[in-house]
């Protein structure tokens, strides 16, 4: 069967569908598996097969076939995917094939670490300018980037083609500095600030948030410690997830066998679910980058 059908092909305009609407939790994934595709061509792979390719990226292979299909790629029988034309594709679908200027608004202690961190620009982007409010801060720089006051991102924005806006400021600023992003021009926004934001439609907002993530693996560890207090018959890898599964929100478990019951206060029992897939992004509103 033929690798590749061309979803949207610069130059093949109307010939295929511009752009495959992807369900959000594919598009999510997509990353995973471009990154897996970047180390394998690193080593001198020219094809993967899919369970070679889903054991890199840490997902399911049938789902990871079902995600490519959606692309117009079914692989070749007995060979796999082509690892170059497979990167090629999903760059393309992720909008990865020129570099996304991004501009960085506070920089203190971590927006510091985000602008002194190279391994964007092989990522597809370039953090093209950094703002703070701050008068001590101004005229730093940081990378070959001075640190400019936020009253200068409207024309910066526009000089520069600002695409993304990262905001790295206090929570109490970050509305603002949104709202200062959008008045720009900056139609997608990556808040590391712990609030949500309000943002008008057709403005896409991605939170990270490690206190979350970190909550999450509270509930985990908390979930696994109460069922090594269950009785022996329950079975000693009760609920602790399939076999290298991944739950809902993107936690990979490296527990065995099958669904289980734990315990809760107040006598209410959880029974163990998994499935790989990470959460998705939510439009127009504050989706947490949880698991992708
Ligand atoms: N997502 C995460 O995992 C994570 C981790 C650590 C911190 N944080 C969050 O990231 C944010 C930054 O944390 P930090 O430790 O770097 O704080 P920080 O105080 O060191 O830096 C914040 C910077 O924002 C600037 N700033 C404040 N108001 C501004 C405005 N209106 N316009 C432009 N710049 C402005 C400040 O001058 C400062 O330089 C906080 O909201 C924090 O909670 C998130």
Known sequence: MSQHRPVG????????????????????????????????AETGNDTVSSEELAAAAGVNSAKLRKDLSQLGSYGTRGVGYDVALLIDQIEFVLG?????????VGVGNLGHALAG???????????????D??????????????VRHIDELPQVAAEESIA???IATPATAAQSVADQLVAAGVTSILNFAPCVLAVPDGVDVRKVDLAIELQI???????????????????PAAGLGSPNGTTPNGTTHGGAATAGLTA???GL???????ATPAGTLRSTNAEAVGS
Do not use: W
Not at 217 to 235: D, M, N, Q, V, Y
């Open 117 to 131: 961190y190279a391994g964007f620009a092989g990522r597809g982007f370039r953090i093209a300018a950094l703002f």
């Open 217 to 235: 693996l509270s509930f985990h560890e908390h979930r696994k410690a109460a069922l090594t207090g269950l009785p022996a018959a329950a079975g």
């Open 9 to 40: 092909t610069p130059g093949r305009a109307g010939a295929v569908p511009a752009l495959p609407d992807l369900p959000e939790a594919t598009v999510a994934r997509l990353p995973e598996y471009l990154r897996a595709l970047h180390n394998l």
């Open 164 to 166: 993304i806006g990262v």
């Open 269 to 275: 029992a959880a029974t163990g679910t998994t499935e």
């Open 133 to 146: 409010a701050d008068p001590a801060r101004l005229g730093e720089v940081i990378n070959g980037l001075v």
């Open 96 to 104: 990865l094939t020129q570099s996304r200027a991004v501009a960085l």
């Open 264 to 266: 809760l206060p107040g």
